[in-house]
């Protein structure tokens, strides 16, 4: 690993960090498209290392600050959370079959759905 890399790996890292705390996002909002564009990574590359980055409690602490202010329902964050592990494992099942191009496409056009969403939506 060069400095270049550690440098994108640390600014990955705190953009991701820094998003998740502000706006709730991270790992596929922030973290996928700079592992492309700067490390060069795969597709397939991206999303996994973004799923492993966050299968540690990498949000705790961001959570926790929610939660002291009361914005944190914890018994729906509980459901979500068991169902996400079930969907989170079908999804990657169904996901390292898929060609990598058009895994590409398939993500970028969610991304743009939703923006176009948060953009145009009341």
């Known amino acids: 690993m060069n400095i270049s890399v550690l440098v994108s790996l640390v600014l990955i890292g705190l953009l991701a960090g820094f998003f ?13 498209p700079l592992m492309l564009l700067w490390l060069n990574f795969s597709q397939h590359e991206a999303q996994g290392t973004s799923l492993a980055v966050l299968a540690v409690p990498v949000t ?12 944190v329902n914890w018994k729906y964050a509980g ?3 068991i169902t996400f592990i079930i969907g989170g494992y079908l999804g990657s099942k169904l996901a390292i079959s898929v060609n990598q191009v058009l895994l590409k496409k398939i993500f970028g056009g969610v991304l743009l759905l939703v923006a ?5 939506g009341k």
């Not at 705790?60 to 914005?71: D, F, I, K, R, W």
């Not at 176009?116 to 145009?120: D, E, F, S, V």
């Open 116 to 120: 176009l969403k948060m953009i145009l």
């Open 60 to 71: 705790l602490l961001a959570a926790y600050n929610y939660y002291q202010e009361g914005h």
């Open 20 to 32: 998740s705390g502000t706006l709730g996002i991270g790992g596929s909002v922030v973290m996928i």
């Open 79 to 81: 459901i979500i959370a």
